[in-house]
């Protein structure tokens, strides 16, 4: 097994998890296009593939350009991604849920389709959950959808779930949401975070070059403000766990900083640790699985965890593919 470095991205997902080269195949076209209606005030689009039909429309809040996207049959499903991560690099755990599940998935502000904004908050990102699941409201769903976040997409989805339970059947969080006992960054990380997220936005420049489907526009110092802010918010997440009455199952990497023994990547896999099993702890209603994985684990395990989310959330009476 390759040792991986204890350089972490918090809530991100780059290097040393991988860049977005790690999901293969991923078109960032739109493919064949042609016109569908769509709720009032919205662009749609409708593409085909194969026996499933592909919807893409955009949404307009906050000054900010969202782009949707909606395919698969079954169950409702909300994907919510997390920070530096897009739909286009959930391509394969997208395609693997589409098979039982009627699937939207979106770019968070800054990323991807996403236009940019002038403010990167939680609650500013928060806002953009709070749009697609309102147009999601006003869609014909059968029932409420499952919220499935990963990393800062799972804390948008417990406080979102905390302030909005009629409109949520049930949570999926992938390695996210951790009520850690102690914050993530302390001043000793901070020079190395720094460093870190510095080398990974002027990686991004061939990306915002060519405005791909892949592209992030967050800065270094939005990074870290956000992953700071993050640490204060995991403090007292296990708050909003207490308003939410719907089954949450939880999906955790075992090794968030990479497999190291040296460094800083015990003590904060040992942080994570230990959340988790803070959690279980006053609320035993919710499941955790974890796999043995890093933060990258929704693209080297997409497979299983698209297994596990089938299983907690198909239809009664119907079997799983």
């Known amino acids: 097994m390759t040792t991986r470095t204890s350089a972490m991205e918090v809530v991100g997902l780059r290097q040393p998890y991988g860049d977005h080269e790690v999901v293969a195949g991923v078109d960032q076209r739109l493919h064949q296009r042609t016109i569908i209606d769509t709720p009032a005030g919205n662009d749609g689009e409708q593409i085909e593939g194969g026996d499933r039909t592909m919807r893409h429309f955009t949404l307009h809040h906050d000054g900010v ?6 395919g698969g049959r079954g169950r409702p499903l909300v994907l919510c991604p997390g920070l530096n991560s897009t ?4 391509h394969e755990l997208t395609t ?44 014909d769903l059968p029932e409420a959808p499952v919220l499935v976040g990963y990393s800062l ?52 420049d061939v990306e915002r070059a060519k405005g791909t489907a892949r592209q992030v526009l967050f800065t270094a110092q939005d990074i870290l403000d956000l992953n700071l802010e993050l640490d204060v918010l995991r403090s007292g997440i296990l708050d909003q766990y207490r308003k939410i009455d719907h089954p949450i199952s939880l999906i955790m990497s075992t090794s968030i ?15 994570w640790r230990a959340g988790i099993d803070r959690l279980v702890r006053e609320r035993p209603h919710i499941s955790a699985t974890w796999l043995d994985a890093d933060h990258r684990l929704v693209f080297t395990h997409a497979s299983e965890i698209a297994q596990i989310i089938r299983s907690a959330h198909h239809p009664a009476g119907r ?3």
Not at 87 to 90: E, I, K, T
């Open 319 to 321: 079997p799983t593919s």
């Open 257 to 271: 900083a990479g497999d190291s023994t040296e460094g800083r990547a015990p003590r904060h896999n040992q942080l």
């Open 153 to 204: 997409g799972a804390d948008l989805a417990v406080h979102y779930t905390s302030e909005h339970p009629d409109t949520v059947a049930g949570l999926v969080l992938i390695d996210g949401a951790n009520p850690v006992p102690e914050p993530f960054i302390t001043e000793a990380d901070l020079a190395e975070f720094r460093a870190m997220w510095e080398e990974q936005a002027a990686r991004q």
């Open 96 to 139: 693997l849920l589409r098979r039982d599940h009627d699937v939207v998935t979106f770019d968070l502000r800054g990323h991807g389709l996403a236009s940019a904004a002038d403010r990167y908050s939680f609650e500013a990102i928060l806002s953009d959950l709070v749009a697609v699941l309102a147009e999601m409201g006003r869609l």
């Open 65 to 70: 350009t969202i782009p949707v996207s909606r």
């Open 87 to 90: 739909q286009a690099d959930l």
